[in-house]
């Protein structure tokens, strides 16, 4: 956090300057710590110093100095990887080092990079700038020279992070994704007597093939078989040597996997050879399970469960990617290998006590497999394993497998999403979210690095920020956790008696670290089952089985950990919800206000505070309508004592809780609760964090409750009014980041629930105080309170927020767009200025184009787009129409350096300005525009036509392919909106006439051999919009469009074998039916 800051506070211009020193020193922060660090706190290491990279370097440069600052790592990963050979050779000075963190630092920040970049990367990946798509270069670039070099480096975690930034590339490079797994399969064939180079190789492959389904241009069937014939190739090597028998299996069955996440049309021609695979690795029946294991020595069996863990791999692939293709046929082939499988696990487990470590470890990766197949399999089909698979979760679950004391990673998301109010846990919307892993209890959670589970380099879920896998003991008790809750609906009541008898004894014990983590796994494990039984909608109706749970609950309560004790609260909730008999919901309730009334614990009481505020909640106001007035005259009791600030936070949190779930029925108890709350923010220090930030939490739901009734007169919601603008005031002055939130939160809901005793320029200006706060949650607010106040004003809020800011609002949400990754913030950003557009484009259309020209042409003139010099110089008109005032491109560049995101939403912006003009006609015609602008005044969309063409001109020619998209689309809608728009000075022409050259000029790259077909059939349909508009007479112009459209029938006229060579098939068709569609128009 200190480099951040320190980085932070230096600034970008020295940031850029200094680049090359500050990388250099935080590379070589892995050396300085001792060597016999662990590999957990050796992975957080590395964490930490890629945190601080991404945050500084990452978030602080522009698209050029990010790329040099790429190719500073790309050098140093050079040096090292030479350092790395020269040590495994004896020649270095440092034998006992492979730079294994060095090279692992460098690889994974370059992969972050390429994703940035976008195509702007392609100089570091292809050196030849003259290579088409569909011949490989001559020489690849200094980026995969790194890459595939480190491929070969002795360090599993170093080839994983070299795949990975290869995944990286293709995901990104789609065009070069078939040269680069053609170089990756010819490498792999000739070097695979190297045990490093299979092992590297393969999971490059399995890295390119898993982002194949990402890709526009898919790729051609023939190529999975091809790497199909490659898998058998190698399978049919096992049994050479006991150590190349494991790395061929494992790699064969990675890439197999790989090619199963690739989408059905990819894997249907070749599903009856994947099928045979699986048929030959597991044994045919149970009688031959039991003979394999009597004969097979230590090393087969390795061998033997590798093989079949890849397999259930590739099934699980298959499953989730390919749901279609699991038919009746299919899914029987999968049931048997899952019978195996169950019968295996419990044959083995039998002989524990003898495995070596790295069996265990084998065992552990078949176990997560085994249960992630599961998990995404319905339980009906395999519920004749079930008691098996039931006796081996709760022995993962209770480390009678395992004697690791894994403690499981769920409890906190199984919990409330707000639990870290009162856990005083770390927040998760934050910035420096990753740090704060790293420093969780046990140290596991944050320990997140690709060698713990390789599968992640074909099966990594886009949406997830943060898709590191855990380490592997952490991950097969999560899964195990997940898979009891999907099960435990469709187990029978006897047998959940039991299951509930066990854990209850387990959990009851002393105090030691290992009790404390099975506690935690246990509780995990009900929750996630009792959760699952109110998505079944089935219900608890066994009084042994409602004893059980409650005890199990209560003894959660009891504990002495916090998190115990909310997952204990929040577990009596669902309980309630899931009993079907009345009385035990009564004795639940009646329990808790025992304890409450009684008990001086703070532990106890805290408990059950939560727990109260749970059951209302699952509950709902209905169900829980005679037990409000009690519960709420309780908690308020407790918030009242200042003898324990935790238990006034626990009973805070939880009088949200009910106030959140009792609607209009809470309405009775809001205004006390609300005196409360106001009591307490007047008298409570504000060195009360916690407190201050419940009492916020408790201060808007509220609100929510009283909703619109805060617009009346009556005395009540006078004092109600005024005491919540007392407490949001006091709370926005407060100096924790989450406690303003809630204050602007408070202001924005009595902004709208009641705007006429509100000034909104003053709420305005209270937003924009925190607008480039250094919390991620307070930014989160502020944007949202902006999106909703945009909605109502936007004129009004775009001044005063434009006054308080110093500069015009859209132009500072840009400058947050060009920093910000959180997507949620983006989306409202983005929303704030769509709202704003919406309402003003109309009366001001130019300085809308305008701003987003600047935009534009301030990267275009930094990043020197070889397109736009190009295209220029066509004809005199179209220098003039495409002059760009170098002042305008200074200033824009030099306060915000907009990345190629930001680019692509100002077109998105230019594409809206036509939605926003069209209720007014003069928008589209220059003579009704030009009186209305003598008569009334105002500006009109038409007469800036210039502008429009310019802009779109400036995207379509750029070197990123999603504006070039971007840039034909809004080429297309001038075409359409403006292709009967006629010229006033000459009569019987069309305006668009004027820019004829422009047009062919930004059309013509679309048709070179290197251009991916997706752009290409955009373009086709933009050339036939503007041939069959009728705009241009001229006989060269639609010459020179024409014989655009007769290049694109080259494509069409080819065989299909030539077509499928570079791209899917898919594509290519769509790319052939965008040519003839442009004819036939």
């Not at 009088?655 to 409570?684: C, M, Q």
């Not at 008569?935 to 779109?952: I, M, N, P, R, Y």
């Amino acid at each position: 956090m200190g480099y951040t800051l320190f980085l932070h506070k230096m600034g970008k211009r020295w940031l850029e300057i200094n680049a090359a020193v500050v990388i250099q020193h935080l590379v070589e922060l892995p050396a300085g710590f001792k060597s016999n660090l662990s590999h957990i706190n050796t992975v957080c290491v590395r964490n930490c110093i890629l945190f601080i990279l991404n945050q500084t370097l990452g978030r602080m440069l522009q698209d050029n100095a990010l790329l040099h600052v790429a190719k500073i790592f790309c050098s140093l990963g050079n040096q090292y990887i030479t350092k790395a050979t020269a040590a495994s050779s004896g020649e270095g000075e440092k034998k006992s080092s492979n730079y294994q963190n060095e090279l692992v630092i460098i690889l994974m920040f370059l992969s972050s990079t390429v994703l940035k970049l976008n195509t702007a990367v392609l100089p570091l990946v292809v050196s030849d700038s003259s290579t088409t798509a569909s011949s490989a270069p001559s020489k690849w670039g200094i980026l995969l020279d790194v890459v595939y070099a480190a491929l070969l480096h002795q360090s599993q975690a170093v080839q994983l992070a070299a795949a990975w930034c290869l995944r990286c590339v293709g995901k990104t490079l789609q065009t070069e994704l078939i040269n680069l797994l053609d170089h990756t399969l010819h490498k792999l064939h000739h070097l695979r007597g190297s045990q490093d180079a299979v092992n590297g190789y393969s999971a490059a492959v399995a890295g390119l093939v898993g982002c194949v389904r990402l890709s526009q241009l898919g790729l051609p069937t023939s190529k999975i078989k091809t790497i199909l014939t490659s898998c058998e190739d190698l399978l049919s090597n096992v049994g050479s040597s006991e150590r190349s028998s494991l790395i061929y299996t494992q790699a064969s069955w990675m890439m197999v996997a790989a090619c199963c996440s690739t989408g059905s049309s990819l894997v249907r021609p070749h599903l009856s050879r994947i099928s045979h695979l699986w048929k030959n690795t597991f044994p045919k029946s149970i009688k031959e399970l039991t003979v394999e294991q009597t004969r097979q020595s230590s090393s087969s069996v390795m061998v033997t469960i590798e093989g079949r863990l890849g397999a259930l791999a590739s099934i699980c692939s298959l499953v989730e990617y390919c749901p279609e293709l699991v038919d009746e046929r299919i899914l029987k082939k999968i049931l048997l290998c899952i019978n195996s499988s169950v019968a295996m696990l419990g044959s083995v487990s039998l002989t524990s006590k003898n495995q070596t470590q790295d069996l265990k470890a084998k065992l552990t990766l078949f176990r997560l497999r085994l249960y992630q197949l599961l998990l995404k399999l319905p339980p009906m089909s395999y519920e004749g394993c079930l008691s098996t698979l039931l006796r081996e979760l709760v022995g993962e679950i209770t480390f009678t497998v395992s004697q690791s004391h894994t403690t499981t990673s769920l409890l906190q998301t199984l919990c409330d999403l707000d639990s870290g109010l009162v856990l005083e846990l770390y927040n998760q919307d934050t910035d420096w979210q990753c740090l704060e892993e790293q420093l969780l209890e046990f140290n596991t959670s944050g320990a997140k690095s690709l060698e713990h589970d390789s599968i992640i380099l074909y099966n990594v879920q886009e949406t997830n920020p943060s898709p590191l896998p855990l380490p592997l003991g952490v991950l097969v008790i999560d899964t195990a956790i997940l898979l009891f809750g999907w099960v435990f609906p469709f187990v029978a009541q006897k047998h959940r008696q039991q299951l509930l008898s066990h854990f209850l004894q387990l959990s009851k014990g002393g105090k030691s670290q290992k009790q404390l983590s099975l506690q935690k796994n246990i509780i995990a494990t009900y929750l996630s089952g009792i959760k699952s039984l109110a998505t079944a909608k089935e219900q608890i109706s066994e009084k042994d089985v409602f004893q059980l749970a409650l005890s199990l609950n209560l003894v959660a309560l009891s504990s002495s950990d916090s998190l115990l004790r909310y997952a204990g609260g929040e577990g009596l909730g669902h309980l309630a919800k899931a009993c079907k008999k009345t009385e035990h919901v009564t004795e639940i309730v009646q329990k808790a206000y025992t304890m409450l009334q009684t008990s001086r614990d703070v532990n106890l009481r805290t408990g059950y505070s939560l727990a109260l505020g749970y059951l209302h909640r699952h509950l709902g106001a209905v169900g829980a309508r005679e037990y409000t007035s009690h519960s709420v005259a309780l908690l308020i009791a407790l918030a009242k004592d200042t003898t324990s600030s935790i238990c006034q936070v626990w009973a805070l949190y939880a009088l949200s809780l009910i106030a959140d779930s009792g609607g209009p029925l809470f309405r009775n108890h809001a205004e006390n609760t609300l005196k409360a709350v106001h009591y307490l923010i007047n008298i409570t220090s504000l060195q009360e964090v916690p407190l201050y930030r419940c009492l916020g939490k408790c201060l808007n739901s509220l609100l929510t409750t009283l909703g619109p009734e805060l617009q009346l007169t009556s005395a009540g919601i006078v004092a109600a009014r005024r005491m919540a603008l007392s407490c949001a005031y006091i709370l926005l002055d407060h100096f924790d980041p989450m406690v303003q939130s809630s204050g602007l939160c408070s202001l924005q809901q009595l902004q709208v629930y009641a705007p006429q005793h509100v000034q909104l320029g003053n709420t305005v200006k209270s937003v924009c105080a925190s607008f480039e706060s250094s919390s991620l949650i307070l930014r989160r607010t502020v944007a949202n309170c902006l999106r909703q106040f945009s909605q109502l004003q936007p004129a009004y809020v775009r001044q005063i927020a434009s006054e308080k800011l110093g500069v015009n609002l859209e132009l500072c949400i840009l400058k947050s767009l060009n920093w910000e990754v959180n997507g949620r913030l983006c989306d409202d950003l983005k929303e704030v200025i769509f709202s704003l557009l919406s309402s003003l484009a109309s009366q001001d259309p130019m300085h809308w184009l305008e701003f987003c020209n600047k935009i534009l042409s301030a990267a275009a003139s930094t990043s020197g787009n070889s397109h736009q010099v190009e295209g220029q110089g066509e004809t005199e008109e179209e220098d003039q129409a495409l002059h760009i005032s170098k002042e305008n491109e200074e200033e824009v560049g030099q306060s915000l350096s907009p990345k190629w995101q930001t680019r692509l939403f100002a077109m998105e912006l230019v594409r809206k300005v036509y939605s926003a003009c069209r209720s007014d006609p003069a928008h589209f015609d220059q003579t009704l525009a030009l009186k209305k602008r003598q008569t009334t005044g105002g500006d009109f969309l038409v007469l800036h036509l210039a502008e429009l063409v310019k802009t779109s001109f400036l995207a379509a020619t750029s070197e990123v392919l999603e504006l070039r998209v971007a840039g034909y689309h809004a080429l297309q809608d001038v075409v359409d909106i403006f292709s009967k728009t006629p010229d006033p000075d000459y009569p019987g022409h069309s305006l668009l006439e004027l820019y004829q050259a422009q047009m062919g000029a930004a059309l013509r790259p679309a048709f070179t051999t290197d251009t991916p077909p997706h752009i290409t059939a955009i373009a086709c349909q933009v050339c036939s919009k503007w041939l069959a508009c009728g705009v241009s007479g001229d006989v060269g112009d639609l010459s020179r469009v024409l014989s655009l459209l007769v290049t694109s029938l080259k494509k069409v006229h080819g065989t299909p074998e030539e077509a499928n060579i570079t791209y899917g098939e898919a594509v290519v068709t769509l790319e052939s039916l965008a040519v003839l569609r442009a004819w036939a128009e």
